[in-house]
Each structure stands twice: as structure tokens, then as C-alpha cells.
């Protein structure tokens, strides 16, 4: 392990921006960013749909294609290591080993042509130098780990015949079959009916605990992020806005932490107590200057023109605001 400023620090984004390549030419979707992952840490990733939530993965996982980069500044530190510029194979060294992802959507993220045995064996034969036997008896646990019935009769069935929740738990054994260090899990409830969807979320954090991983949890759900996380990261509109621990979810500084406090439904309240947000998030690139929420915002003033500057406040907490909630 090389040396690092913190020997807990698995991953760290430092001042990261990344812009994409449009028709229109160079688009801003992320700015400024700073997030540390710990080892065995969860930290849970939450915003609207749009604010960069994903971008920021994918870059942490280098899935994102030099083609579509137009400029990225800022560090990405893996252990102290530098990836913001590595190439593919050192990236191919990392991935799957020592850091892995599970996607949204898991009919798309498998391959609809190969065995499911055959997709994990693929991961586990690029990191590993154990024999057939050996590789097929670790898939085989880590199946039945993740749920999987009858494990033995549907190592050779493909994507499409199972479930949904099925399907997802496949995703969950290829994103551990190699035991790595940092998993990201990018909304992975989302195509799931409610039942599933709690399932699922138990069995991440069961096997979080037990492998001692840190995990990044994505969502768009604080109640989620919520029963998950130690930790968690607000995004809006390409920039990290609030950063607090789980234990301050209910006390947040941010205005838009708050509204989007306000915006979750609560039974027993007249339209379930939901206020939804006034106002849409911004385009990518549309605002570069100031507070990326002060058209939205009730507290915004000729102020919110300038960049906001970080605030800290008790236990850790930091928020982006020239007019934070004490």
C-alpha cells in the first residue's frame, strides 16, 4: 500500500472537474468536487436525477471513454496513487480486484450471451490463479451468499431467466467475486418492486459489514442512503453542496439538503406532507458562476452571485452556502 495522507483514505476526488464533449462543444458536469471514501466506510451519494451523481462513479472507476472527455482537472487518488490520467491497463489491473460497481439496470450490465457462470468466471480468471474447481466452487458460494436458490442447476441459465431482484443479486456476486476494497453501488433498487428493493438493500449491507468494504452508495433517496450510511455527500448540479454525518440527516444546512428534507413523502400528513421543489436543475454548463441553487432558493440574495465558500461546522459537517442553516 503506498503512502497516503491518511492511511484510512481508499479513494479521494480532490477539486475534480470533468467536462464532456458535446455538438456545442465542451460541457462542465462536474466542478470542483471533493469526496473521500475510508476504508469500510459507506458513504451514501445523493441528488436529482442530472446532478452528476453518476459521472462522478464512473470516473472513480475509470469507465469513462477518452473519447467523450473533453478536459478533466483535479486528482483522483486510488491509496495515493494518481488515476486521473492512468491508463487502460492500469485501470483494468484495478477494476474488479480492488474496486467494482453494480449498475442500475442489470439486464443491460450483463451479457445477454454468456452463462452467468461464464461471466463471473471471466472476472475471476483475469484476478485470480485458482484452478476450474476451485473458481467454480467459489462462484457457487458466493451465489448462495447473495441469495441465489439452487445454485447448482442455474450457474449455466442465462440473464434473461431470472427475475429482476435475481438478476441484481447476480450483479452483486460479480462485483465481489474478486473481494475488493471499495464497492459502488449506482442505484442499484431502482428497477425493483418495494419488496425486492429492501431485500436487496439488507443483503449490500450485510456483506458490506462482513467483508469490511468501503461502500459508495448512489440514490436519489435519503431514507435509503439513510439506513445505509455513516456518511453523506450532497450533489447539485455538478458540485458536492453538503457533506454530513448520518447522524446530522435530520438537522442539514444546506437549503437544498432541506428541501429535499421537505420533499420526501410522509404518510399520516395531507398529500403525504410532500413539497416539492420550485424550479428545475440547471443544465450542465449553464451556470458556472455563484450558487449552482440560488434560482431555486428562498435565501438567495446578490451574494449568492459570487462562489459560495465551505463552511464547517460541528462533527465534521461541511456545507457550500453563503447562507447555511445553524
Request: hydrophobic share 35%; with cysteine; proline share 6%.
Amino acid at each position: 500500500m503506498q503512502e497516503t495522507e491518511n492511511s484510512s483514505n481508499l479513494l479521494t476526488l480532490k477539486d475534480y472537474d470533468l467536462s464532456l464533449n458535446s455538438e456545442k462543444g465542451p460541457v462542465q458536469v462536474l466542478n470542483k468536487v471533493n469526496i473521500t471514501l475510508n476504508a469500510q466506510e459507506t458513504v451514501g451519494l445523493v441528488g436529482e436525477s442530472g446532478c452528476g451523481k453518476s459521472m462522478t462513479a464512473l470516473s472513480m472507476m475509470g469507465l469513462l471513454s477518452n473519447k467523450i472527455i473533453a478536459e478533466n482537472q483535479g486528482e483522483l487518488l486510488w491509496r495515493g496513487e494518481n488515476l486521473s490520467n492512468a491508463c487502460n491497463k492500469r485501470w483494468r489491473e484495478l477494476r474488479g480486484k480492488e474496486m467494482a460497481m453494480i449498475f442500475q439496470e442489470p439486464m443491460t450490465a450483463l451479457n445477454p450471451v454468456l452463462t452467468i457462470y461464464e461471466q463471473l468466471d471471466e472476472v475471476l480468471k483475469e484476478h485470480s490463479s485458482l484452478g476450474n474447481q476451485d473458481r467454480r466452487k467459489k462462484i457457487s458460494d458466493l451465489l448462495r451468499q447473495v441469495g441465489l436458490r439452487d445454485v447448482d442447476s442455474k450457474l449455466e441459465w442465462y440473464p434473461h431467466q431470472f427475475s429482476g431482484g435475481m438478476r441484481q443479486r447476480v450483479m452483486i456476486a460479480m462485483a465481489l467475486v474478486c473481494e475488493p476494497d471499495l464497492l459502488i453501488a449506482d442505484e442499484p433498487t431502482t428497477a425493483l418492486d418495494v419488496t425486492t428493493q429492501a431485500q436487496i438493500l439488507r443483503l449490500i449491507k450485510n456483506l458490506q459489514r462482513e467483508r469490511k468494504m468501503a461502500l459508495l452508495f448512489i440514490s436519489h433517496d435519503l431514507d435509503v442512503v439513510g439506513f445505509l450510511a455513516d456518511r453523506i455527500v450532497i450533489m447539485y448540479a455538478g458540485e458536492v453542496v453538503e457533506d454530513l454525518p448520518v447522524e446530522q440527516l435530520e438537522s442539514p444546512a444546506h437549503p437544498y439538503t432541506i428541501a429535499l428534507q421537505q420533499a420526501r413523502p410522509r404518510p399520516g400528513k395531507s398529500n403525504f406532507g410532500f413539497e416539492p421543489i420550485p424550479g428545475t436543475l440547471p443544465q450542465p454548463g449553464s451556470i458556472l458562476i455563484g450558487c449552482r441553487f440560488r434560482d431555486r432558493c428562498a435565501k438567495a440574495n446578490k451574494q449568492c452571485e459570487i462562489n459560495p465558500p465551505w463552511q464547517f461546522q460541528k462533527n465534521q459537517h461541511r456545507v457550500r452556502c453563503w447562507h447555511p442553516k445553524i
